[in-house]
C-alpha cells in the first residue's frame, strides 16, 4: 500500500502559486487540493494531479498550482492514486499507523503580499521571516527548529500576526559526513559519512521525519534552502586544490551524489516555476521523468558531473521575489578549483562564487527597491572584527602582479598564508579576496542598504559595516551593509572555540577591506540589558521583522527564539 513517507512540505511560494514537495513509498499519482481557508466565492479551491517522479528507486512530487490570490491562507490535502489497472484504490496520506503520531496535523499555507510599487500611497506591507543553520539531529540535544514548530502550533490562532511569511533554511541541514548516532547504529555503511545517493536519502529522511514538531513546520511555512559544506562533508571546496585533492581520496561518489539529493530534496523546491524553472538543467530532468517514468538518477549524475568539469552552470542560487526580495547565494559550489601544480593558480586571489553568479549578484544589488537588499549567504559576510580582518589578511595577496622577485616571494607569502586559513578553518568571504573587492566595487553602486543573513559559525551575533570615510565622503546618503547570523539549530561549539571567540570579543570596531565594521547591541527581550559580548552560544532560529516606512526609511527587527525552562521564549534581541 503507497503511503507518504516524507512531507508535505510547503516550498516556493509566491503571491500566486505553491510547490508542495513530498516522498512516497511507490509510484503513485498525487491529487494536490488546495482551499481558501475562509470559504469566499471569491478564492474557488485549486486542484492539480502529478505523478512521483523516480530516483534512485525513490518516489517524490512537487506539484506546482498556480492561480491562488495574494496574502490568503490556505488549506492543503494530498490524494494518493496507485498505479493499478483496476480497481483504482484512493489511500490517505497518514500512511501506516505507527508513523500516525508524527503526520503534521494542519496542512496550510499563506500566499505572499501583492508587491506594491513605490508610488503607492501606503508603504509596503512588512516583510516576516524567520532563518537559521547548521541542525545535527542528535536526540540528546535541545533542537530550535523543533522548538519553532511547537511555537508555530501554540500560536496558531494568531498566525497572521505571529507566524513568519517563510522561513531559510541556510546550510548544514544534514551532517554527511557525522551521521547522527541512531543512524550508524541501524546502517553501519554510515559509520564513515554518507556516500551513495541511498546514504543521502537516509540522513534527509531522518531530519524530516523523526520529530513531528519539525514535520508540522515544514508543513505550514514555505521554506527555502541552500547548501553548507555538510550536505557534501566538512570543509568543502574550502581552498583551490580541494576538489582534486578529494578525487584523489576517492571522494567522487560522495561529491556527486551529495549534490543530487540536495537538488532532490532541497533544490528542487526553491525554484519559482513561472520565473526560474528554465535556468536549471536539473528541472528539465524531473519535469520529462514524470511522464516517462523512468528512473532519472544517472542523468542528474551527469548533469552534476558536467558541472564539476567546467562544462554547465546549474545555477544553484536563486531569488525570492518578496518585498524587499531575496538573493539566496552559492557560497560553497562556485568557490575557485585548480587542477595541476601551477603556483601562479593556486595561490592566487580566489573567488568563493563563479564570475556567472557575482555578476548576476552585482546587477540584482544595483536594481531599484524599496527597503534594504536582502542577501542570503551560508557563510558570513561579515565577521567579529578581530576574526574578520584575521581572514581578510589570510586572503590578501601581495605582490602578484609585481616583478619576478616580488612576484616569488608573493607566492611563498600567499603558501603560508592558505596553510594557516586551512588550519583555522578562515572559508568565510574576507578570505576570497577577488570576490571581495568585486563586492566591495559593487556595494560602492548600491544606493539602498543591505541585510546579509547567514549562519555556519555556531554562534549567533548582529554586525554593521559601512565604508571607510573617504569613499562614502562621495555618495549621496552612507550606505550601510548590516549582517544578522543565527545558528546552530542544533550543534555546538567546541568548550576551546567558544572561548577563542569570547577572548577577542572586547574588540568591537575595526576597519578591514575598505569597510568599517562594528558589532551590534545584542538586547534581551526587554531591550534592558545587554548579553554577554554581544553573542549568543546556544541553540536558536532568528525571526525578522523588516518593516518599510516610505522615503526611503525602514525599521529591522530580529528575535532570537531558543528553549527555556518556561518553553520557547526570545533570548535574544537586535534592532
Known amino acids: 500500500m503507497t503511503s507518504l513517507l516524507i512531507g508535505p512540505l510547503v516550498r516556493a511560494t509566491n503571491t500566486t502559486s505553491v510547490l ?60 494518493i492514486t496507485e498505479n493499478h489497472p483496476s480497481p483504482v484504490t484512493t ?94 547504529k541501524a546502517y553501519p555503511q554510515l559509520a564513515h559519512g554518507a556516500n551513495t545517493f541511498e546514504d543521502f536519502a537516509l540522513l534527509y529522511k531522518h531530519a524530516w521525519t523523526q520529530d513531528k514538531d519539525v514535520r508540522q513546520a515544514l508543513a505550514v511555512i514555505p521554506t527555502y534552502m541552500i547548501f553548507d559544506d555538510h550536505e557534501i562533508t566538512n570543509n568543502w571546496n574550502i581552498s583551490p586544490t580541494w576538489r582534486t585533492t578529494a578525487l584523489q581520496k576517492g571522494l ?77 547565494a552559492n557560497a560553497r559550489a562556485g568557490r575557485t578549483a585548480v587542477s ?6 593556486i595561490y592566487a586571489p580566489a573567488r568563493i562564487m563563479g564570475k556567472s553568479q557575482m555578476h548576476e549578484l552585482q546587477t540584482w544589488l544595483q536594481s531599484p527597491k524599496v527597503g534594504p537588499s536582502l542577501l542570503v549567504s551560508s557563510v558570513p559576510v561579515l565577521l567579529p572584527p578581530a576574526i574578520g580582518l584575521a581572514e581578510y589578511i589570510a586572503g590578501k595577496r601581495f605582490w602578484q602582479e609585481s616583478i619576478a622577485p616580488l612576484k616569488w616571494l608573493g607566492v611563498r607569502l600567499a603558501r603560508w598564508q592558505q596553510k594557516i586559513a586551512l588550519r583555522i578553518s578562515f572559508d568565510h568571504w574576507p578570505t576570497y579576496s577577488a570576490t571581495w573587492q568585486e563586492f566591495v566595487q559593487t556595494f560602492d553602486a548600491c544606493e539602498q542598504d543591505l541585510l546579509v543573513l547567514s549562519g555556519d559559525v555556531h554562534f549567533s551575533y548582529a554586525m554593521e559595516a559601512h565604508r571607510t570615510h573617504k569613499t562614502h565622503e562621495k555618495r549621496k546618503k ?15 561549539l567546541s568548550a576551546k572555540d567558544q572561548q577563542l571567540i569570547t577572548r577577542q570579543a572586547g574588540i568591537t570596531h575595526l576597519p578591514y577591506g575598505g569597510f568599517q565594521t562594528r558589532m551590534l547591541p545584542l538586547y534581551t527581550e526587554d531591550m534592558k540589558a545587554r548579553l554577554p559580548h554581544d553573542m549568543l552560544f546556544q541553540n536558536t532560529v532568528a525571526l525578522v521583522k523588516v518593516e518599510t516606512k516610505g522615503d526611503g526609511e525602514y525599521a529591522m527587527q530580529q528575535d532570537y527564539l531558543g528553549s527555556t525552562s518556561k518553553g520557547v521564549a526570545v533570548i535574544g534581541r537586535t534592532v
Open 20 to 79: 508542495i514537495w513530498a516522498e512516497y513509498t511507490q509510484a503513485c499519482w498525487v491529487t494536490l487540493k488546495v482551499s481558501p481557508s475562509a470559504t469566499t466565492e471569491a478564492t474557488p479551491s485549486h486542484t492539480i494531479r502529478v505523478h512521483t517522479v523516480l530516483v534512485g528507486g525513490h518516489h517524490y512530487v512537487a506539484a506546482y498550482l498556480d492561480g491562488l490570490q495574494p496574502a490568503t491562507w490556505y488549506n492543503y490535502q494530498l490524494d
Open 252 to 328: 567522487a561518489q560522495a561529491l556527486v551524489d551529495g549534490l543530487v539529493a540536495y537538488w532532490v530534496y532541497q533544490g528542487w523546491g526553491n525554484l519559482d516555476r513561472s520565473t526560474q524553472g528554465h535556468l536549471s538543467p536539473l528541472m528539465s530532468i524531473m519535469q520529462e521523468a514524470e511522464h516517462s517514468g523512468e528512473d532519472v538518477l544517472e542523468s542528474l549524475r551527469t548533469q552534476i558531473k558536467q558541472e564539476m568539469s567546467g562544462n554547465v552552470d546549474l545555477h544553484w542560487h536563486y531569488t525570492i521575489p518578496t518585498q524587499p526580495a531575496f538573493f539566496v
Open 478 to 492: 552612507r550606505v550601510h551593509l548590516y549582517q544578522f547570523v543565527s545558528t546552530p539549530l542544533q550543534n555546538a
Open 91 to 184: 489511500v490517505v496520506t497518514e500512511g501506516d499507523s505507527n508513523q500516525h503520531d508524527i503526520r503534521p496535523t494542519i496542512c496550510c499555507f499563506r500566499t505572499m503580499n501583492a508587491v506594491e510599487t513605490t508610488q503607492a500611497e501606503h508603504a509596503p506591507s512588512p516583510l516576516y521571516f524567520a532563518y537559521g543553520s547548521c541542525r545535527k539531529s542528535e536526540e540528546q540535544s535541545v533542537d530550535a527548529l523543533s522548538a519553532f514548530g511547537a511555537w508555530l502550533t501554540s500560536q496558531f490562532e494568531q498566525r497572521e500576526g505571529a507566524w513568519p511569511h517563510l522561513l531559510l533554511l541556510i546550510g548544514d541541514q544534514i551532517y554527511a559526513d557525522q551521521p547522527p548516532t541512531e543512524l550508524r
Open 340 to 345: 595541476g601544480n601551477n603556483e601562479q593558480e
